[in-house]
Structures are given as structure tokens and as C-alpha cells.
């Protein structure tokens, strides 16, 4: 089992920035494909970054690509979002996941292991 646990959401203004934090325990020495997603209200999940189990690549979806980076710290079994250049359209519950095996999807059925979510708000 992996537990994954969201934190860095929060109430943020029209343009300003937030960096959410995901940390990933459960099978050591094992590392996973990680994304993200969002979840707004009354809409569907959909995807937002995720970084390869290996060689570094990162996907993104087409309306954060420029504002949105992911990172990953594989020693600290952590990923990271920095949120830049956020809009009230960025409002959403934003969901840590884990993938075992193969290398970034944008399908959340894809992933195997969820987190809670955490909220991200932005204000006009």
C-alpha cells in the first residue's frame, strides 16, 4: 500500500501562487510514476502534471502548461506543485496520485494510489 498525503491548498488572489506538497509513504525503495489532478465543483477530475517514474519527463495539461510545474524529490518521497499565475479557474480540490508501473497518463483510472485532496480557492 502507498499512503499519499496533500498539503500547501489554500484561499490565494487572483495572480498570486501556492506550492502544494505531496508525500508518498509504504513500499520503500519503490518509485511511481506521481500526478496530479483537480477536481472543481459539479465537474469532473481532470488532469493537471505528472512527472515519470523515471528519466524526468513531466506531462501537462494544456491550460496550466507555463504556470504549473511539477518536481519530485525521490529521496524524500515527495512531489511537488508550484501553482504560479493562479486564477479563479484554478479553484478546485487538487489530488495527489501514484502510478506504479509505466510512465505518465492523463487518465486518473491510470493510477492506483489517491490522496485526499487538498483545496486550493482563488479569488477574484
Known amino acids: 500500500q502507498v499512503q499519499l498525503v496533500e498539503s500547501g491548498g489554500g484561499l490565494v488572489q487572483a495572480g498570486g501562487s501556492l506550492r502544494l506538497s505531496c508525500a508518498a509513504s509504504?513500499?520503500?525503495?519503490?518509485?511511481?510514476?506521481m500526478g496530479w489532478f483537480r477536481e472543481a465543483p459539479g465537474k469532473e477530475r481532470e488532469f493537471v502534471a505528472a512527472?515519470?517514474?523515471?528519466?524526468?519527463?513531466?506531462s501537462y495539461a494544456d491550460s496550466v502548461k507555463g504556470r504549473f510545474t511539477i518536481s519530485r524529490d525521490d529521496a524524500k518521497s515527495a512531489v511537488y506543485l508550484q501553482m504560479d499565475s493562479l486564477g479563479p479557474e484554478d479553484t478546485a480540490v487538487y489530488y495527489c496520485?501514484?502510478?506504479?508501473?509505466?510512465?505518465?497518463?492523463?487518465?486518473?483510472?491510470?493510477?492506483?494510489?489517491w490522496g485526499r485532496g487538498t483545496q486550493v480557492t482563488v479569488s477574484s
Open positions: 512527472a515519470n517514474q523515471v528519466g524526468g519527463g513531466t
Open positions: 496520485a501514484a502510478k506504479l508501473f509505466g510512465s505518465a497518463s492523463m487518465d486518473a483510472p491510470a493510477y492506483q494510489y
Open positions: 509504504g513500499r520503500a525503495g519503490r518509485t511511481y510514476t
